[in-house]
């Protein structure tokens, strides 16, 4: 089912920006090739994630994988799904922002820019942060579940 490739192709793209954020921000780590990197994985990330959230408002959401267990359980999946579509559509905006605000664009492409200095004081660097955070916690939280349920999962095979 082409919104099962579509998961796992986010779902990819998504834990590679966050892993390579990361190690962007380690002392020492930082790299205009990693930063580029992180940028072409965070700009796919956040652009399938846009049509991904198109296709949601205009089609719905795919139908669940398996039977929730009670109410609750079914209304969390919910909400955490809901998040797991929009936190990306907020990391590339934040994101895009911080090029956008730091003139840093041309340095960026050029492969010279020489550190993260430029972002140091931009107000999008604490959302991107923060929404980075959320989306650490809210994949640890969606991977615990989908582990919870064994992996057992027709769906999502069948992708
Ligand atoms: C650790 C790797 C992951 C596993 C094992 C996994 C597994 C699953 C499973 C089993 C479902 C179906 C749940 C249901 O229908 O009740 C699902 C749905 C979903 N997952 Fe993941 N997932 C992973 C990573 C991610 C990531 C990184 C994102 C977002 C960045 C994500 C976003 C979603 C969304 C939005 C849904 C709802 C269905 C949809 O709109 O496609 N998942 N996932
Ligand atoms: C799903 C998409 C994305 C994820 C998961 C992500 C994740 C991250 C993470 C984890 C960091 C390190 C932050 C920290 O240490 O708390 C980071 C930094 C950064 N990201 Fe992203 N990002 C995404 C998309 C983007 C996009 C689209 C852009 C720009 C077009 C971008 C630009 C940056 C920049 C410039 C930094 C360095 C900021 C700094 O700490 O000084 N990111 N990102």
Redesign the pocket.
Known sequence: MA?RRL?WL??GL??AALGSGYVLTWPDAYSASLLRIHLAFGVSAGLLSLA?VLV?LTAG??P???EPGSRLQARL?KGV?VL??LV?LLLFVSGVGMLALSGSFGAVARGTLTGLAPYQDLPPRNLHHAAAFL?AGL?GL??LA?FW?RLN?P??KAG
Request: aromatic residues 8%; without cysteine.
């Open positions: 919104g998961h986010i779902a998504a834990m991904r949601w959401a795919p669940p994988a398996f999946a799904h797991l579509r990306p989306l994949i969606h991977g989908a349920h999962l769906g999502l």
